[in-house]
């Protein structure tokens, strides 16, 4: 840092102060940008110099002006070429460039005089015998950075002129500084291993921190902001004792996806606007055949107390391939399991995954999401259990206040939507969806009289979107995720 | 009433009904009811159809018949000229909002009519009515017909309508029933507003809403929700918990002890997103569905080869198959992001799905792990390293032998030839690596070199 040009200003400095620095880029004849360098770091070696900010006015020459300060005014060169017995206005006009203007000035200045009766048109003869050109005076001096004897007025008509052109700049007032030294010494950055070795770090002065700047982030991969979320929900679950169901199966049959879960095979679920079918493989071929006939029989006369659909239930539309429209098709698979075991044992169950819709999309809606569902089965489970472990569930979650209203599902009765109080919305906000499955649902699975089902579900983007603040699911999910927002998403904590 | 004749369609009967009624500004009301059933209980249209005429204009007894479609001509509803029901089929392919129904007995041999006792036609279900016995504002009479092909649909849509609307009648909630005659000579009157009788079990109750009130309290809480209870020798559990109240339960924790597990493939997958993630590479997450082309084509290869799932009613190209790989949608990620900083290392580790006939379903999922680098250079050598570092993660040394992990050269459409290997872990492929081919490249709008690794993580479980 101890260069050549810092010694000079420092040098300069101490014998002249203060010191405007383009008053001293003048001096020094350096660049001035060069001298403001230099001004910036002498301030970062801490108070060697005071330098105060000011923003300065000047003017320099336009192209025109230039040419003025080469040549003459346009009304010098045209008085100028005029000669003593004067000369036709047209001939004039074509002996000078921009000679209209200097024609007008020169008039104005009462050098020149014109005779429109003359004969063979308007002659034009010099009116005074010499004249001095300040005009071009004034321009020389501006070009050399001056301004001295030009008046505030001859400035504004150059500007009008567009002759000169104002610019604006920052120059700094220089004076010494209270450890105002001639002989800057060199200001380490870092410490090195060599000035550990040999000690030399005590005699060193380091140069000050920006501690306000930030630091360098490091590189590094990151995990996707929705399946952070994931993740924490599947841990919570794991607390309360909840096993997870292999979910692992997009393509499910029509028989497991609905008809087990006593959902009429005329539902408008079953539609195709909202059921993605497939083509190819088109059907299921395997059914628990008993199992089957027990569900066809519940659909189309009922049983277990319950009057059924009284329709014809079709094998065909069970057979049809889907791909499932909820998790709740595994749910049905799991509790079939459970059902078939020599002896019942309770279980707790939980899965995350997606599910498919063929719904209209927005904003908030794509024709895939993922689906978290709780489900216990067990002896004399209550309509109060469930709404205590769904309040446990969401506790954890840190949501305290819920509510819950009655609504219909087909394979829950009762059936009742969560709301939980919102406290950035200010309002009930529908969280879930729970029921306990119905008698229709569990007796042809072969599940002892008596053990209840209880089962909540909710989806997995609609908590992610409200706590991340996305207003547009394309944004968190898809090709079109946002990375710069998944480099910056903090880890998940549902609670805080 | 004669019989409808023809096997090939369902239509079974006719309900008929009878509302005396003031409309005023209830007509609004009584069409958009209709609207609602025939949308939803009635599955637009295809289990019943319902038709309601001004009964001053008409005379019974009216006959449910199936004639075929040229024998069948009238002034359809809001047409100023006759048409035969071919031709009124023909017009009405053009009906933003009756065409969707035209199918539903279209190619039928025979098509349903009703007409009264001078052969006027009142309706052509589950299509048209007839322009003769329209009902205006000015309509106190309203007779209500309704065909379908299930009969607990139709009853439960009778019941609905003139339960709604007889409270507008000019002496409220009255009814006139109809005789329906079927084909057999038997007759039923309908509506039928049948009352169903439930006996209940008060402890059973108790128990399953998790509550302890007596039988009186109960019957209490059903009439008040409309289901009118006495108590008898033993008392819906639903009703009672609503009537109760959701809220005021008691909220306790259900006493079942279980010890949790998780699903082992799950515990793999999030164990290793954690490492994938830190060495570097950011998750992405993807869709299950996309088109043919994103599986085939763009990766240069034969969708016939693919093994892939279709969809048979996608609403647009982007849900045509269930994906058979990751890799397109990561490169579609990469697209989107084309403006942040390289190098890009993406990741994402979630199922792909492929036919499959030794299952139920016949098809299964696989979970596979993707990784792809997206520079200047192309980085074989950083997405090979990934896969040594998975396989340093799961304990599968480096072998030149099946007693571990190697690459194999290999050929695959998708990657610049020479450029490619097949992934072998105790001798078998589970899955390539290598340089993307510059066509692949190009297809998904990059124009960067590429590096990519896919694999059936299930393989390594």
């Known amino acids: 840092m101890a260069d050549d040009l810092t010694s000079r200003v420092l040098k300069y400095l101490s014998e002249n102060e203060p010191i405007d620095s383009y008053e001293l880029s003048k001096i020094l004849e350096q660049d001035h940008q060069k001298i403001v360098g230099v001004i910036k770091s002498l301030q970062a070696s801490g108070d060697i110099i005071d330098a105060k900010q000011q923003q300065n006015k000047s003017y320099e020459l336009t192209d025109e ?3 003025v300060a080469d040549g003459g005014s346009h009304e010098a060169r045209v008085y100028n070429a005029i000669p003593d017995d004067g000369i036709s206005q047209a001939e004039l006009m074509k002996s000078v460039p921009n000679a209209k203007i200097g024609f007008s000035k020169a008039m104005q200045a009462g050098w020149i005089q014109m005779d429109k009766k003359a004969e063979g048109g308007a002659k034009v003869t010099k009116k005074i015998d010499g004249i001095v050109d300040v005009v071009q005076e004034c321009m020389r001096k501006i070009e050399n950075l001056s301004l001295d004897g030009i008046s505030d007025n001859q400035k504004n008509e150059f500007k ?4 000169v052109q104002e610019i604006k700049f920052t120059s700094y007032i220089l004076s010494k500084g209270p450890n105002f030294t001639l002989s800057i ?16 770090w005590k005699g060193t002065s380091f140069k000050e921190y920006n501690f306000n700047a930030l630091g360098v982030m490091p590189s590094s991969g990151h995990l996707h902001p929705l399946l952070k979320v994931r993740a924490e929900y599947r841990q919570i679950f794991l607390e309360m004792g909840f096993t997870e169901m292999p979910t692992n199966n997009f393509i499910e049959s029509s028989f497991w996806n609905f008809d087990t879960l006593f959902q009429p095979q005329q539902h408008p679920a079953r539609d195709a606007h909202d059921t993605f079918f497939i083509s190819d493989p088109a059907t299921a071929e395997e059914f628990p055949m008993d199992y089957l006939e027990r569900v066809k029989k519940v659909h189309s006369e009922g049983g277990y107390g319950s009057q059924g659909y009284k329709y014809d239930w079709s094998l065909d539309e069970a057979k049809k391939n889907i791909l499932r429209t909820h998790t709740t098709a595994v749910t049905a698979r799991m509790l079939y399991q459970v059902a078939q075991q020599p002896e019942f044992k309770p279980v707790k169950y939980f899965s995350i995954d997606r599910v498919f819709r063929n719904e209209n999309l927005d904003a908030t809606h794509l024709a895939e999401f993922h689906q978290i569902e709780g489900v216990v089965a067990d002896y004399g489970l209550t309509l109060g259990d469930l709404i205590g472990i769904i309040n446990a569930f969401f506790q954890k979650l840190g949501i305290t206040k819920l509510r819950f209203k009655p609504a219909y599902n087909p394979y829950t009765e009762p059936s009742m939507e969560v709301f939980s109080y919102h406290e950035g919305l200010k309002k009930w906000v529908e969280i879930g969806n729970s029921g306990i499955f ?15 089902a209880i089962a909540w579900g909710l989806s997995l983007e609609r908590p992610t979107m409200i706590k991340y603040k996305i207003d547009n699911i394309r944004e968190l999910i898809g090709p079109k995720v946002n990375l710069q927002m998944v480099y910056d998403n903090p880890v998940c904590r549902l609670d805080k | 009433m004669s019989d409808p004749g023809s096997s090939c369609y369902k239509y079974l009967l006719d309900y008929t009904n009878i509302l005396r009624i003031i409309f005023q500004d209830r007509y609004k009301s009584f069409i958009d009811l209709q609207d609602k059933l025939h949308q939803n209980i009635c599955r637009r249209r295809t289990l019943v159809a319902i038709g309601t005429h001004d009964l001053d204009s008409i005379q019974g007894p009216f006959i449910y018949d199936a004639k075929p479609p040229t024998d069948i001509k009238f002034k359809a509803l809001n047409q100023t000229e006759e048409y035969t029901a071919v031709e009124l089929m023909q017009l009405y392919s053009g009906d933003s909002h009756l065409k969707s129904y035209l199918p539903i007995i279209q190619d039928k041999p025979v098509y349903p009519v009703i007409y009264d006792k001078n052969s006027v036609v009142l309706s052509m279900p589950p299509i048209i009515n007839g322009e003769h016995s329209k009902i205006t504002l000015e309509t106190r009479n309203v007779f209500i017909e309704c065909t379908a092909t299930d009969l607990t649909k139709a009853k439960i849509v009778l019941d609905t309508i003139v339960t709604m609307f007889s409270q507008y009648c000019d002496e409220p909630f009255i009814v006139e029933q109809a005789e329906v005659i079927k084909p057999d000579g038997t007759s039923v009157i309908y509506p039928e507003l049948a009352y169903r009788h439930e006996i209940v079990n008060v402890d059973d109750i108790n128990k399953k809403v998790g509550i302890n009130i007596d039988g009186d309290r109960m019957a209490r809480l059903l009439t008040k929700m409309c289901l009118e209870s006495e108590v008898i020798d033993g008392g819906k559990n639903l009703h009672v918990a609503i009537a109760y109240g959701y809220n005021n339960l008691n909220w306790t ?26 060495s570097g590479f950011t998750e992405v997450l993807t869709f299950a569905l996309c088109s043919r082309d994103d599986i085939a084509d763009k990766l240069r290869q034969d969708i016939k080869t693919r093994n892939a799932v279709q969809i048979a009613n996608p609403k647009t ?13 990561i490169l579609k990620t990469i697209y989107h992001n084309k403006n942040m900083p390289l190098p890009l290392k993406l990741f994402e ?10 299952k139920d379903v016949g098809s299964r999922n696989e979970r596979h792990l993707c990784a792809v680098n997206y520079s200047k250079s192309s980085g074989f050598e950083i997405i090979h390293g990934l896969l040594d570092r998975i396989m340093q993660l799961l304990e599968i040394p480096p072998s030149q032998d099946n007693s571990g992990y190697k690459i194999k050269a290999a050929e695959d459409a998708t990657y610049f030839p020479g450029r490619c290997a097949d992934i072998m872990v105790h001798g078998k492929s589970i899955g390539k690596l290598g340089v993307l081919h510059p066509e692949v490249i190009t297809t998904f709008d990059l124009n960067l070199p590429c590096a990519a690794l896919e694999l059936n993580l299930e393989a390594l479980k």
């Open chain 1, 185 to 200: 010494e060199k200001q380490e950055v870092e410490l090195t291993p060599l000035m550990i070795s040999k000690g030399t």
């Open chain 2, 349 to 358: 580790i979630s199922d792909v799905v492929f036919k499959d006939s030794k």
């Open chain 1, 160 to 163: 009008k002129r567009k002759l």
């Open chain 1, 438 to 452: 119905r008698p229709e649902m569990l007796l042809p699975m072969g599940l002892p009289e008596g053990v209840n």
């Open chain 2, 253 to 278: 924790i259900p006493n079942t002890n279980t010890i949790s597990n998780q699903f082992p493939l799950n515990k793999l997958t999030d164990l290793m997103r954690q490492e994938i993630a830190a």
């Open chain 2, 317 to 329: 190209l982007e849900f045509q198959v269930a994906r058979t790989t990751l890799l397109p949608g």
């Open chain 1, 65 to 67: 002006g230039k040419q």
